[in-house]
C-alpha cells in the first residue's frame, strides 16, 4: 500500500493573530511539516514570513517546518535562518549562485533539502541535483501570491519530475505548491506527487477551527 499523501499547510494564509490556534489545530492533525513562505520583494513582487515569524512559530511547536525560500540570495539566507534537523528547506534553484552546494548546507543542518520549480523553470535541476535532494517543490502557480490558479502545464510536468525522480537511489518526495483543490489534488497525486501544500483554495480558507474537520474531508477526497 503506497504512503498516505503528505500535507504541509501554508502559514502565510492565516491571519498573524490566528497563528496559536493554527497551529494548535496541526498539532491535533496529520501534517508533514508547517509550510513557511518567505518572499523578499525582488524573487516574487510581494514581502511574506521572515526571521522573526519563524521564531513565532518555533515558539509555539517543535513540528517540522518547510522553509520555502522565494528570494533572489538563498546562497546566505540558508545559512543565517534557524533552520533545524527534522525541518525541510527549498529554494529557487535559477536565482542561486550555487544551487548543489545550498542543498548540501541544508543537509549537513540535518534537513530535507529541495528545490522548488515555478511554472517555466526547467526540470533539468532535479536531474542534475538528484543525489542531494530529499524533494522537490514544484509550483503549479506564479510564486508569490496565495488564490491563483494551477497552469495549464503543471500535471505534464509533475509527471515528467517523477519520472526523473524514479531514477533515484533514495526517497525523493514530489510537493505540489498552490491551488491544490480535491479536484486538483487527485489529478496531482495520479501524476506523481506525494505531498500537497494546502491554502486558501482547501484547508486554511474557513478559520482554525474548521483545519482538523477540513483535513479528513480532505484526505477521503483525494484518495476516494
Ligand atoms: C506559495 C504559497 C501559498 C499557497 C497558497 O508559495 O505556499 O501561496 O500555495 O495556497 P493557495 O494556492 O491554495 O491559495
Ligand atoms: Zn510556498
Known amino acids: ?79 543565517i535562518l534557524d533552520i533545524r534537523a527534522g525541518d525541510w528547506c527549498s529554494f529557487h534553484p535559477e536565482v542561486a549562485l550555487q544551487p548543489y552546494r545550498i542543498l548540501q548546507d541544508i543537509r549537513e543542518k540535518g534537513a530535507r533539502a529541495g528545490v522548488a520549480l515555478s511554472p517555466a523553470v526547467p526540470v533539468s535541476y532535479v536531474e542534475e541535483c538528484l543525489e542531494v535532494l530529499d524533494f522537490v517543490l514544484v509550483m503549479a502557480v506564479n510564486p508569490g501570491f496565495a488564490g491563483q490558479k494551477m497552469v495549464p502545464g503543471h500535471l505534464g510536468k509533475l509527471a515528467r519530475i517523477a519520472s526523473v525522480v524514479s531514477g533515484a537511489d533514495h526517497p525523493v ?41 477540513l483535513e479528513q474531508e480532505y484526505r477521503k477526497a483525494i484518495e476516494g
Not at 513557511?36 to 513540528?63: C, E, K, Q
Not at 486554511?204 to 482538523?212: A, I, Q, S, T, Y
Open 1 to 79: 500500500m503506497s504512503e498516505p499523501v503528505k500535507i504541509l499547510p501554508s502559514l502565510m494564509c492565516e491571519r498573524p493573530w490566528e497563528m496559536p490556534e493554527y497551529v494548535a489545530a496541526f498539532e491535533e492533525s496529520h501534517v508533514a511539516a508547517i509550510h513557511f513562505d518567505v518572499m523578499d520583494g525582488h524573487y516574487v513582487p510581494n514581502l511574506m514570513l521572515g526571521t522573526d515569524d519563524l521564531a513565532a512559530v518555533r515558539s509555539l511547536t517543535s513540528l517540522p517546518v518547510d522553509v520555502h525560500l522565494m528570494a533572489t540570495n538563498p546562497d546566505d539566507l540558508v545559512r
Open 173 to 213: 518526495d514530489i510537493v505540489v505548491d498552490g491551488n491544490t483543490t480535491p479536484e486538483h489534488a487527485r489529478a496531482m497525486v495520479a501524476a506523481g506527487a506525494t505531498g500537497l501544500v494546502v491554502g486558501t483554495s482547501t484547508l486554511l480558507k474557513e478559520g482554525p477551527d474548521r483545519f482538523v474537520a
